[in-house]
């Protein structure tokens, strides 16, 4: 069992800028591909991005260009960083962990980012 905690979330004006982290609990965080999902009212979820274990990135089209997702495996913990936020950006913000040649995901509880004027 793999535990996730995402930080960071909040409110913020369209332009600007926040920061996720999500820290897992294993001591093998290095051989999970992570990722960030989000779920906006009335919508489904959808991947943002994901880092595997050798770094291997995919980012949602939505978002290309404007977040960047990253790892340091010594901390067991998975970023995401969000420039030039737009209101369609608002969600819910999950922190995924999915072990090689498993399909199961671990997620973490969620965090809210708003963005709105």
């Known amino acids: 069992q793999v535990q996730l905690v995402e930080s960071g979330g909040g409110s913020v004006q369209p332009g600007g800028s926040l920061g996720l982290s999500c820290a897992a609990s294993?001591?093998?965080?290095?051989?999970?591909?992570m990722g960030w999902y989000r779920q906006a009212p009335g919508k489904q979820r959808e991947l943002v991005a994901a880092?595997?274990?050798?770094?291997?990135?995919n980012y949602a089209d939505s978002v290309k260009g404007r977040f960047t997702i990253s790892r340091d495996n010594l901390k067991n913990t998975v970023y995401l960083q969000m420039n030039s936020l737009k209101p369609e950006d608002t969600a819910v913000y999950y922190c995924t962990a999915r072990r090689p040649g498993v399909t199961a995901y671990y997620w973490g509880q969620g965090t809210q980012v708003t963005v709105s004027s």
């Open positions: 294993t001591r093998i965080f290095s051989i999970y591909t």
């Open positions: 880092i595997s274990s050798s770094e291997s990135i």
